[in-house]
């Protein structure tokens, strides 16, 4: 369970930076940067795991785990580009209960039976996301709309619709390939999402390097940053799916309380007495599944 919890934290804190690093709203091309730059750190981090590990390349496994590759790749472009719209996109009950969602799929497939005290850890998770995803929603509600385009309102619906449909598939088949039918080693995923990913970071490049965009900005600190925590939170997440992934998949899908939490502290955000109660009704969940994980 300490790979659980060691993946939250990492990709809380990655949202912080992500968030830091996108501000800018004007920056047409700010998600396809950062996506070059989460593909090299992880091209990199696979690279030297590779040859530390004494580890080869099988091509075969990256083909075996291309769908899941994929589906987070395509759910982590959606989340680059609603960092823009912060307000609009991101903060949804959606979004932010797919990994709960795919906790209890996993749940309903493969019939696993589970102590009474593990369930309730489950749905104190559950609760307290979705009291502060229902109150994120109906802030970003009464937000002045206006100011934004027309067909922002329609991304403001359909990016957390697309990202949890993707991410949720994604932890699904990450759960069948990593611990139920046990179809891939830990170091063949983690080596093949990376590789993907650093494929789909050159292929930004070249489409930047085209726009005759300039490659570097002063936000991109924050942006390498958030990619070194994305690449620590994947290696920790692969190996915390294998060991049991329904537990796994409801406490790394909170990782979004965490981010709240920092950005109140950093940013200066407003957080309400309603998403407080929320943070620690999942904080209670996660500690009772951490303690009966270990």
């Known amino acids: 369970m300490l790979y659980c919890l060691l993946s939250l934290i990492c990709w809380g804190v ?85 990994g709960v969602i795919t906790a209890i799929l996993l749940l309903l497939f493969f019939k696993e039976k589970y102590d009474l005290p593990v369930y309730l850890g489950i749905i104190l998770v559950f609760i307290g996301i979705l009291i502060v995803s229902i109150k994120e929603y109906k802030e970003n509600r009464n937000f002045d709309i206006k100011i934004y385009k027309k067909k922002l309102k329609i991304l403001a619906i359909i990016l957390p619709l697309m990202y949890c449909i993707l991410d949720g598939l994604g932890t699904f088949l990450d759960a069948i390939y990593l611990d139920k039918m046990e179809l891939i080693s830990e170091d063949s995923a983690l080596l093949s999402y990376e590789y993907t990913f650093f494929i789909y970071g050159i292929i930004n490049y070249i489409f930047l390097s085209i726009k005759s965009e300039k490659l570097i900005e002063k936000a991109d600190g924050s942006k390498l940053i958030a990619a070194i925590l994305e690449t620590a939170g994947q290696f920790f997440y692969v190996f915390a799916m294998a060991n049991d992934s329904v537990i796994g998949a409801t406490i790394i899908g909170s990782y979004f309380l965490l981010a709240l939490l920092l950005s109140r502290i950093f940013l200066k955000e407003k957080l309400c007495v309603q998403k407080y109660i929320g943070i620690t009704i999942t904080s209670i969940g996660i500690i009772i599944l951490l303690i009966l994980g270990i």
């Open 14 to 98: 990655a949202d912080l930076f992500y968030k830091i690093g996108n501000k800018n709203e004007k920056e047409k091309y700010s998600n396809l940067k950062t996506g070059v730059i989460v593909g090299y750190v992880m091209g990199l981090h696979a690279t030297i795991y590779m040859i530390v590990n004494n580890l080869n390349i099988n091509y075969l496994d990256i083909l075996k785990y291309l769908p899941v590759s994929l589906c987070y790749i395509a759910s982590m472009v959606i989340g680059y580009k609603g960092l823009k719209y912060i307000e609009l996109s991101i903060s949804s009950p959606i979004q932010n209960t797919s």
